[in-house]
């Protein structure tokens, strides 16, 4: 099975079996959109919702946010073939990782992504958004099946081992 990484910003589309699109997930969502008639899938990772005001962007850093990233994601499965009124959405990500921050940025992006996909008449089934830990997603476009998993902590480091004193030494080594 060929495997399609994407972070912050990126996109795929496909069309054919046997392809896996993937990403790591903490604040940011990921949506997942198919077309079951013409089995036509993407997957886009965005990082904020919508640009603050004034602000000049360039075309790289319009596709963090979620505005820009829904619309390149719906048109290029338009481009091969998907029709808009047959598509399904998957949302996943949106965790608040980091507490203390202010305005929840995690549960703002879902929130926007729904809002987004509602106002679009884009049908959304399984949503795994919030809580605090990050994801791993992996999304069969083919299929429309995508499956979502808890990133744990990372395993403990174990301590270094103790060194012996060297003899005859002023130096003690630990």
Not at 55 to 67: E, F, K, V
């Amino acid at each position: 099975m060929k495997r399609l990484p994407i972070i912050q910003g990126e996109y795929q589309v496909v069309a054919e079996p046997d392809v896996m699109i993937t990403t790591l997930l903490g604040s940011c969502i990921a949506v997942c959109l198919q077309d079951r008639l013409a089995k036509v899938g993407g997957m886009n990772h965005f990082l904020l919702a919508e640009p603050s005001g004034g602000r000049q962007l360039s075309a790289a850093d319009m596709q963090c946010y979620g505005i820009h990233a829904m619309e390149l994601l719906i048109n290029e499965m338009m481009k091969r073939g998907a029709i808009r009124s047959r598509m399904s959405a998957q949302l996943y990500g949106g965790a608040n990782v980091v507490s203390g921050l202010g305005a929840p940025i995690g549960t703002n992006n879902a929130a926007f992504a729904r809002r987004f996909l509602e106002v679009e008449g884009i049908a959304v089934g399984h949503t795994d958004v919030g809580g605090r830990q990050a994801r791993k997603v992996e999304f069969l476009p083919y299929l429309g099946k995508a499956r979502c998993t808890y990133v744990g902590d990372a395993a403990p480091v174990a301590p270094p081992m103790p060194v012996a004193a060297v003899a005859g030494g002023d130096l003690e080594l630990f």
